[in-house]
């Protein structure tokens, strides 16, 4: 008897040690979740402080049933290699698992219906994610920065692929995009570097500027007759891409050789990069060249802009580095900000002489009217250079890229020097601003390492200017900077300041 009632006690005994383990590791748990309550019976998760590697989260904690992911709720745990989502959760917030560097796998169960901008942005070993059919919209930069992720499943009613959805998503090969989506937003696939193809499913109408820029290993794409938007820069550092088809049925676009061009080819959209022919004679009658249409095409030597021609948009040649010379036609009455930069064998370009609107100068590209240096060349082999006199300004990125000039002279009368005028100008060493400039932009100077000397007035604005920032050491107080012994022609006295360059967008620039 006496050993029946010892084992019952420690039978007792085990169990009121096994309850209390119980309850403290339910203590323990509970601990590792900040959560807020919506109401009596429901949650959402505030913040997560436990370091497990596996996760099972659970539907319910303190009583509360768990609804909503909390914005940032698990951002930047570095423990955490897969979650479970439990069927209670409706909503994930924003950046709620983003900058996850360990987490692979995310289950995300049928009760979910959103998935809220960078939710899972920057979580770099990702490998690949099922989005079930539950998820009505799935916000901005949800996924981009995973740098794993080669395989997605999205929701078969989704309608729209946001803001750089997947942007940078370099592992992902292919995806599948739902035949219900109508709009591909801006950067929504951007630099997704190993995307090979994609089909644009029949009901989309629009793609957004720059959407498969940077899609290096994309060699061909099709538009389908629902397009009706194509923006700026979509295809933009897509060095692989040799043809654009177009659907015969399209009502706003075609293809001429598989250039790009919109349904009366009187502009053109997109030149594809990978394509070999070193000359491409653009047909007379076309109007207007897109915005970086031409970007990045490294094979190009010779373009021919025929008399048609009355707009160059911005970033229309950038990067062109095999472009030799490039003639402007008397048609062409505007030209936008970076339309020739970085083309690196470029030293030359010249304006027909008819031209009311622009002229060279010693293969330099000036606007006549308001007289400012547009474009020097990025491969012009001088090693300095004096802006002529009767110059007014000098617009962003004017002198960008040129890699052989070592010394700038302006001359009193420019009023203007605008953003990054002298970016990535490398050989530059010694650069003389005069008393007359009232407006500096800013990063003039971007990546021009070996500048040693400024030499400006004391008492002058740009003095005071860069005596507060990185360049106030370079600071040489001389005298005045005499005109330029090349005049400008017939420089008018009154002549009106040039309205300010438009940057180019970041993604519109390749180096």
């Known amino acids: 008897m006496r050993n029946m009632r010892g084992s019952s006690r420690c039978t007792r005994v085990a169990l009121v040690l096994f309850v209390l383990l119980v309850l403290l590791s339910c203590d323990v748990f509970a601990a590792s979740y900040d959560i807020a309550k919506l109401d009596s019976n429901t949650c959402y998760i505030r913040h997560y402080q436990g370091q497990e590697g596996e996760l099972d989260i659970p539907s319910t904690i303190d009583g509360y049933r768990v609804i909503h992911i909390g914005n940032q709720a698990f951002k930047g745990n570095r423990s955490l290699a897969g979650v479970t989502i439990p069927d209670s959760v409706k909503s994930i917030g924003e950046s709620a698992f983003a900058s996850c560097p360990s987490l692979r796998s995310v ?69 599948t995009i739902p035949d219900t989506v109508t709009t591909i937003d801006v950067n929504a696939f951007a ?81 594809p990069a990978a394509r070999r022919s070193p000359a491409y004679a653009i047909p007379y009658g076309t109007l207007l060249i897109k915005e970086a249409a031409f970007a990045n095409c490294p094979f190009l030597t010779t373009v021919t802009i025929p008399e ?44 027909d002489p ?49 890699t052989s000039l070592d010394s700038i002279t302006i001359p009193e009368g420019v009023t203007r020097i605008e953003d990054m005028a002298f970016a990535f100008c490398t050989s530059l060493r010694s650069i003389t601003i005069p008393d007359s400039v009232t407006m500096i932009g800013s990063s003039l100077f971007y990546k021009c390492d070996r500048l040693s000397r400024i030499d400006v007035h004391e008492k002058s604005l740009a003095y005071r200017y860069f005596q507060n920032t990185e360049y106030a050491s370079l600071l040489t107080s001389g005298s005045a900077s005499a005109p330029s012994a090349v005049p400008y022609p017939q420089p008018a006295p009154e002549a009106p300041a040039a309205p300010a360059a438009a940057a180019a967008p970041a993604s519109a620039i390749y180096r």
């Not at 099922?130 to 740098?147: L, Y």
């Not at 950038?318 to 083309?343: D, K, Q, Y």
Request: hydrophobic content about 40%.
């Open 107 to 175: 289950h995300i169960p049928g009760s979910v219906t959103s998935i809220d901008k960078k939710a899972f942005q920057d979580c770099t070993s990702l490998a690949s994610i099922i989005i079930p059919n539950s998820v009505k919209t799935i916000e901005r930069d949800a996924f981009s920065g995973c740098t794993a992720l080669t395989s997605v499943t999205l929701p078969d009613n989704l309608t729209t692929i946001r803001y750089g959805l997947f942007c940078d998503c370099e592992s992902l090969a292919g995806i």
């Open 191 to 271: 630099r997704c570097s190993s995307l090979t193809e994609i089909i644009i499913p029949d009901r989309v109408n629009s793609i957004g500027e720059w959407a498969f820029s940077g899609c290096a290993s994309l060699a061909s794409i099709t538009i389908p007759a629902s397009v009706t938007s194509i923006g700026d820069g979509t295809f933009i550092g897509c060095e692989s891409l040799m043809n654009i088809r177009v659907d015969q049925k399209n009502p706003v676009f075609t293809q001429t050789q598989g250039v790009l061009y919109d349904l009366q080819e009187k502009s053109l959209l997109v030149y």
């Open 308 to 351: 048609s021609i009355i707009t160059i948009e911005s970033s229309a040649f950038h990067g062109c580095t095999s472009l030799a010379n490039i003639i402007i036609p008397a048609s062409v009455t505007s030209i936008g900000s970076m339309a020739f930069s970085n083309c690196s064998s470029l030293s030359n370009i010249t304006v």
């Open 354 to 402: 008819r031209n009311p609107a622009f002229e060279d100068i010693r293969g330099v590209l000036f606007q006549r009217k308001q007289k400012y240096l547009h474009t020097y060349p990025a491969g012009k082999k001088a090693v300095a250079y004096s802006v002529p006199g009767g110059t007014v300004c000098i617009p962003g990125y004017a002198f960008a890229y040129n």
